[in-house]
């Protein structure tokens, strides 16, 4: 680790856990189709408009016992977790990418894939907005990128027309609409090779990890794709480049 480039990474772990507050609000509000802008953060039993010093990213959280201040109802752990979480994931970006304008468009593509996990893991849906703002994103990463736009235009079809095929074969009852439009926006952000790596590193997390939900919390067979997915695109983001090529030095010399 470059020593001199500590407070940059001091600086993206704040921001990444003041962004993360922000990413519970999407994930509590959107789902319900309620506005994550113009209303103020409340508590959901009593009603209580949370003042500045209420919102500090998990110091709050930790402060008051994880209880409202004025009813002392629970609050989730999911908020302090969901903050450190895109906190600590922002820094991992800058370490494995460098500090460039692409680890700052991974960063929000790290929000994104969190909120929609969640969301997704609770209602099997992944919001159309979430997938939009990744689509967004990977129209910006082609503009620094636009000497290989070739690479993630076709990574927009890659693993997304095959999905669909799936999708319209077996009447949704194999994978969701979500999950076809989620592997088009980031292929379009990582481009074919990547976004190929994304599927299988995402189907291997999801086989895995559900057996062994199902083994030890009696899970329903039934698992939400996105969360793993999510996994795979991240994982491919940062190393995916690395680990494609290791494999063809192996296997093609």
Not at 41 to 55: A, E, I, P, T
Not at 147 to 170: D, M, Q, R
Request: hydrophobic share 55%; net charge positive.
């Amino acid at each position: 680790m470059n020593l001199e480039l500590i407070p940059i990474y001091i600086i993206v772990l704040l921001y990444g856990l003041v962004v993360g507050s922000f990413l519970n609000v999407c994930i509590l509000r959107i789902p319900k189709q309620e506005t994550i802008v113009t209303e103020r953060s409340h508590c959901m039993s009593c009603g209580y408009q949370l003042q500045w010093y209420d919102m500090i990213p998990v110091a709050s959280w930790l402060a008051l016992g994880g209880r409202c201040r004025k009813c002392k109802a629970r609050i989730s752990a999911q908020y302090p977790i969901v903050e450190a979480a895109n906190g600590i994931l922002y820094v991992v970006v800058f370490l494995a990418n460098g500090v460039n304008l692409t680890s700052v468009v991974y960063c929000f593509l790290v929000s994104a894939l969190i909120v929609l996990s969640v969301i997704d893991f609770r209602t099997y849906e992944i919001p159309f907005g979430i997938n939009v703002f990744i689509l967004m994103l990977g129209l910006i990463h082609i503009v620094l990128d636009y000497h290989n736009w070739a690479e993630y235009v076709i990574g927009l079809f890659a693993i997304s027309i095959p999905l669909e095929l799936i999708l319209l074969i077996s009447k949704g009852r194999a994978i969701g609409g979500g999950d076809v439009k989620l592997m088009a926006a980031a292929g379009l952000l990582l481009g074919w090779k990547n976004i190929v790596l994304a599927m299988i590193l995402g189907s291997i997390l999801g086989s895995v990890i559900h057996t062994i939900r199902m083994k030890v919390s009696h899970a329903e067979h039934v698992l939400a794709l996105g969360p793993y997915l999510a996994m795979g695109i991240f994982l491919a983001a940062l190393w995916g480049d690395k680990w494609i090529s290791m494999y063809l030095q192996l296997f093609l010399g």
